[in-house]
């Protein structure tokens, strides 16, 4: 007689098959998993996958060597689940399972909103939520633009709705589409577009200026970056020699920076109205343009010069004149 003693690891079974199924939130999607046959007994499935439904029982056809077992894909929010779904005796307890992995888009959108405005102007959206649940749904909100700002969060009372209102300012001409995702664990994910047209602004008009000859005038305007980085303006002036512009050409700004620009008006004729446009370009922001004026007066008395001498003595000054115009002129002189 010989006897032997014999030992045995065994380890799980590996997947039968991986299956990677394609679909679109709030959608129901079929699908049909074809099992090989493995027993005459009934058979129990469970999953690890949430976003799946199916019959949680079956028994393998007499005449076919598998089970064409269908699922039902169900989900509310976009993303990619992975998991496993398994198929087991309920005699013997063996098993065979299969590795799922949905990959799971967006849904398409609610609705695409048109908005229209003048860039860097204001427009408020309303988009309407509807809670139709006996419970309050809290919604989160991403918005997927940075000329778009409204609330992270935001709850609906139950059986209610409520105006998700965004504030819409482009920062400079454009056309484009936005898009805002609002995102709910009980109501899942849904998504509305904004096409957004915005023109550029008309160019603001200064105050007009007044200065006499052989003076100038000044006056400020502001300019701000309202953006999270930092841009350039870029200034085009196309009257330079009477209407200066009190800065360097390129003008850097950091994030949310406002700077004071000074134009100084320095006029070339008595009466005539004078004009310019000056232009402060960024790429980044767009361009702001500004129409300048101004009208020169005729010269004031000047601080008087003093002499000084003793009686019957002589004694003289320079009267420091310039040329007040940016073209070369003939003057004469008189004394009185």
């Not at 056809?61 to 087991?88: L, N």
């Not at 003289?316 to 002189?333: M, Q, Y």
């Amino acid at each position: 007689t010989i006897i032997y003693k014999l030992s045995a690891t065994v380890d799980e079974p590996p997947a039968e098959d991986k299956i990677t199924i394609n679909a679109q939130a709030r959608i129901d999607l079929k699908h049909t998993i074809k099992v090989r046959k493995f027993t005459s007994n009934l058979v129990h499935v469970t999953s690890t996958i949430p976003v799946i439904q199916f019959e949680p029982e079956f028994t393998f056809p007499q005449a076919s060597p598998t089970h064409e077992f269908p699922v039902t894909i169900s989900a509310s929010r976009s993303g990619i689940s992975v998991g496993t779904i398994t198929f087991t005796d309920s005699v013997t307890k063996s098993y065979v399972w299969y590795i799922m992995e949905i990959q799971i888009s967006a849904p398409s959108p609610e609705k695409t909103l048109k908005v229209s405005t003048v860039a860097r102007q204001h427009v408020k959206v309303a988009i309407p939520i509807t809670n139709p649940n006996d419970h309050p749904a809290h919604f989160k909100v991403s918005i997927q633009d940075e000329d778009i700002v409204g609330d992270k969060e935001f709850t609906v009372p139950p059986n209610d709705s409520y105006n998700y209102n965004v504030i819409v300012s482009p920062v400079k001409a454009i056309n484009k589409i936005a898009s805002i995702y609002f995102y709910s664990d009980g109501d899942g994910e849904f998504w509305y577009n904004i096409q957004i047209s915005a023109v550029d602004p008309e160019p603001s008009t200064i105050v007009p200026m007044s200065a006499p000859i052989g003076r100038f005038a000044s006056t400020f305007i502001q300019l701000e970056n309202p953006t999270e980085r930092s841009v350039s303006f870029r200034i085009d002036n196309d009257n330079p020699s009477i209407f200066q512009v009190i800065s360097k050409r390129v003008i850097t700004f950091f994030p949310l920076e406002k700077k004071r620009i000074e134009i100084r008006y320095i006029p070339s004729s008595i009466g005539e109205k004078e004009y310019a446009t000056i232009s402060f370009r960024s790429s980044e922001i767009g361009d702001w343009i500004y129409k300048v004026t101004g009208t020169g007066k005729p010269p004031q008395p000047l601080s008087p010069t003093i002499i000084s001498t003793v009686a019957n003595g002589t004694n003289s000054a320079l009267v420091l004149f310039s040329n007040p115009f940016s073209f070369s002129a003939r003057f004469s002189a008189t004394m009185t």
